[in-house]
């Protein structure tokens, strides 16, 4: 007995320099890429969030843009206006449909018509820290994800700016989406254990996208992913998935109720309601080029014409389908061949495979997130501009779309410093706007060329292999 603590002490290595390096080199290692650490960073990201939220809006200026137009147009509704042509503030006329209306009412009264900016910030502040946490709960549903992409949720100057020093809309959609994300990644996990949770949790999802689609309308980006997830998820049922395309127009009647006035059919009725349509859901809206952050490598005549714009819907469409047939309803995900899908979609029964993928719950959340994040990063992409508050819209989802691509960690690192960089530099050049088109195009790529698609058939070849293995040794036996 005596002799164990001496033993116990020979076991243990010498204290060096050398040890010590490798003993805090083993650490680093193991919270950037050991899974299990994810429970470590992901706190230390969501409260480093606050605080870097907080120390921002006490140490760096406030920059009006937008806030003080959104309050003057809030002041007008409040005073009864409903009449979207005559509704506007200093930097134009409102544009968005009514759950933004509903969002900054509220503000406007918490903020006594937004002459608190600084609780105007803190709230913004609290929003981003809620997003992240979000980005944090989606990350961790994935199998197998590694910590560090959580971290660069934190290394983004232009994307603090945008919520504590810019107050912008996008803020809130995207919050909204990062929780349809977490909605069908849940009904995705729980879809093997009960289909009618996993269903009310897609019914969840589609309330919450639309009231998405009801503050900023690049929701409809998420448009084809969320209608491929939420057709799988509810079982290849089409009784249940004319519900869900139900849902959406509903709860955009009901975000919109004030002016869409629907027990009113009068003339002053009518020219309201079609004036909030036609204004709310411009899909015609011309982008100003002195603000583009994305094509400035292209002419001005050449970004306003006709011919630009038929090329990027064209683009958009072309690598989406390439998705969406190549990826998304591949056989190996889905289960089956896609003309047998289509037969099978005309049925008010489950024909949902049981090899589909997305139905599982160790495959599942990560395809969930792969099919939202490719629909909203294709139209990114392609769209006719982006302004400085849409990274917004996709910033949550790009550290991991790196991680999928597999390039490896100090190339991702370095691409990730390139992207920020071209959201920084202001106005944008032609060198900007051409790397970020190429990062975005690049990482795209890189995560279609990625095996991760296809992880679960692997798991369930190798299932199958040691199946037969253990089959023939038993024969052998007999």
Known sequence: MSDQPELRQQELPPLTIKNVLNDIKDGINALLYDPFYRRVAGPVVFMLTAIMAKVIIGFVLYTEIDFVTYMQQISLINDGELDYKLIGGDTGPIVYPGGYVQIYQFINMLTNQGANIQLAQLLFGYLLTFTNLLVIISYSSIANFQPWPMMLLLGSKRLFSI?????????????????????????????STSEWASFFLVVMAADLYSIAISIKMNALLYLPGFLVVAYFLTGENLLKFLIILVIIPLIQVVMGWQFLLPFFDDEEANLIRWNYINQAFDFSRQFMYKWTVNWRFVSEEFFLSREFATILLAGNLFVLCTFVLTRYLHPQIVGKDLPVLIMEAFTFKSTVSPNNLITKSKTGPKLVFLILSTSNVIGILFARSLHYQFLSWYCWQLPALLYFTNWGFIPLAIVWIVHEWCWNVFPSTKLSSAVLVSILASVLVGVWLSNT??????????????????????????
């Not at 919520?163 to 909204?176: E, S």
């Not at 698609?453 to 293995?469: H, M, S, T």
Request: glycine share 6%.
């Open 163 to 191: 919520y504590v020093l810019r107050l912008f809309n996008d803020c809130f959609t995207t919050a909204a989406m990062v929780g349809v994300c977490v909605i069908l990644q849940q009904a995705s996990y729980w879809y």
């Open 453 to 478: 698609w296809f992880e679960g058939v692997v798991i369930d070849e190798e299932k199958e292999r040691k199946k037969k293995l253990r089959k023939q040794r038993l024969q052998g036996t007999l």
